[in-house]
């Protein structure tokens, strides 16, 4: 059988290909050492996406789980959201003391994940390490096939939690579109929305984990091409998804509103809220919301970041650029985009006109995520280089005010910032640039640029 490989221990998750990283091997000894993190005799749920060998993972994952002496509850195909959901509610009695969800998400269909819940709290970061280092120790461990379960129904007390939640929009007129990416949104959303009586059109809707449409991946312009054609054919609003509905793109005529934004739109029905946004957001957004009587916090990109975040602070409502939207105020504290359109549509319906919301904000120049290209050893590196060469910025950097470092690098400056940071999941920084002048938005990328480049040409010449 194969080696354990240590790179699918990711930040947030575990991410690999199916087969070559993620194998009978690896998700049995996944399975069976998350089952002793749990505990014996305890309660774990599973759930997983549309991807064709996610069903394959669930039995492995159960042979694990099995084998460290826990009890086993299979919900099926789920979202994601529906998968903490689970985390909340009995099943004849039984509560759950973790959840795992078994998707790839937005990644190619070669791969899958896990994305695991203990004690409803995220289980990351230096866990996730640490599982592995125990994992690749104990590789040599032989677990037998045991797939025994309980199926549960998650998604039926979801479903009525939300009709029960948004009845008060039964009925509403605003034409709906809606792009599914041949996730697995539509295990619900359909459901929801028929029981609310609403006017809606559904794209790519049946799960398919080939994603024979589009990549779903809503944060990438081309893949909201047919969405935005229905849209403007016969639509007053429209939503597409991620493959695991976990993040959502929200579209009018006029604008694709951006995670930050969404924030700024949702804390228009909340008092004197606590809102978290990552490094990424614009600083439109964490401005505005303090003007209007807001208390903002700046934090890490990455949902179970996030999520930690929001249980230490209190805090209503979190959100990332790339539609990752977390609601504590009426709900439950986790990134659900099924939960999302629907208060957005609750916006609508109390008279919020959202493209007017947008314009009404001060304009600022904003890149989109740029990538630079790295290696997984020296990513780091280059952070802690370029953090260096700030404590003396370079005369080529327009003035300095301050640095943020709690993810990455963001340099403020006059005019805008600059941010540099290294992603958790991929062998890249990450960069993004945003001004209240256009010219000054250019400026600011090509100085920090040339920052970024004379960094990697310090640590590569120290390899």
């Not at 006017?199 to 994603?211: A, R, S, V």
């Not at 493209?355 to 050893?377: A, G, M, N, W």
């Amino acid at each position: 059988m194969s080696s354990i490989t240590k790179s699918i221990f990711r930040e947030y998750d575990i991410r690999g290909i199916y087969q070559k990283e993620l194998n009978e091997k690896s998700v049995k000894l996944i399975g069976y050492h998350l089952g002793q993190k749990v505990g014996g005799d305890k309660v774990v749920a599973i759930g997983y996406d549309a991807r064709s060998h996610s069903p394959q993972l669930r039995d492995y994952l159960a042979s694990g789980l099995n084998a460290a002496g826990c009890k086993v509850l299979d919900m099926g195909m789920v979202a994601t959201p529906v998968n903490y959901f689970s985390n909340y509610v009995e099943f004849d009695g039984i509560t759950t003391d973790a959840s795992i969800m078994i998707t790839g998400s937005h990644n190619p269909s070669e791969y899958n994940g896990f994305k695991i819940t203990m004690d409803k709290s995220p289980f990351f970061g230096d866990d996730i390490y640490s599982l592995g280092d125990e994992i690749v120790a104990d590789s040599g461990r032989v677990i037998p096939d045991d797939t025994s379960k309980i199926d549960i129904d998650v998604k039926g007390p979801y479903i009525g939690y939300m009709i029960h939640s948004f009845d008060h929009l039964k009925g509403m007129n605003s034409k709906i579109v809606i792009d599914g990416g041949n996730g697995v949104v539509d295990t619900v959303i359909t459901d929801i929305f028929d029981a609310l009586e609403f006017n809606y059109q559904g794209l790519y809707m049946e799960p398919d984990g080939t994603f024979p449409n589009h990549h779903p991946d809503p944060s990438v312009e081309k893949n909201l091409v047919d969405v935005k054609e229905a849209l403007e054919k016969d639509g007053d609003i429209a939503f597409a998804y991620d493959g695991d509905a976990d993040r959502i793109a929200v579209l009018t005529h006029k604008h694709n509103i951006k995670g930050d934004q969404m924030a700024l739109l949702y804390a228009m029905k909340m008092e004197n809220p606590t809102i978290i946004g990552e490094v990424k957001c614009s600083q439109v957004m964490y401005d505005e919301l303090e003007r209007r009587g807001a208390k903002t916090i700046m934090y890490k990109t990455g949902h179970s970041n996030l999520k930690v975040k929001m249980r230490e602070t209190g805090a209503d409502l979190a959100c990332e650029v790339s539609g990752h939207i977390f609601f504590k105020h009426r709900y439950l504290g986790y990134d659900d985009a099924i939960y999302a359109t629907l208060r957005m549509l609750e916006l609508i319906h109390d008279g919020i006109n959202l493209d007017d919301e947008i314009d009404r904000l001060p304009q600022v120049f904003s890149t989109e995520e740029i990538k630079v290209e790295t290696t997984e050893s020296e990513k780091f590196l280059i952070i802690d280089r370029v953090k260096e060469m700030l404590q003396n910025p370079p005369s080529y950097l327009p003035k300095v005010i301050s640095i943020i470092d709690i993810d990455g690098v963001r340099i403020e400056f006059e005019h805008g910032w600059g941010l540099v940071r290294a992603s958790n999941t991929t062998p890249v920084l990450v960069t993004r640039f945003e001004s209240t002048d256009e010219k000054l938005s250019k400026e600011y990328e090509e100085s920090i640029n040339r920052l970024i480049k004379e960094a990697k040409e310090s640590v590569s010449a120290a390899q």
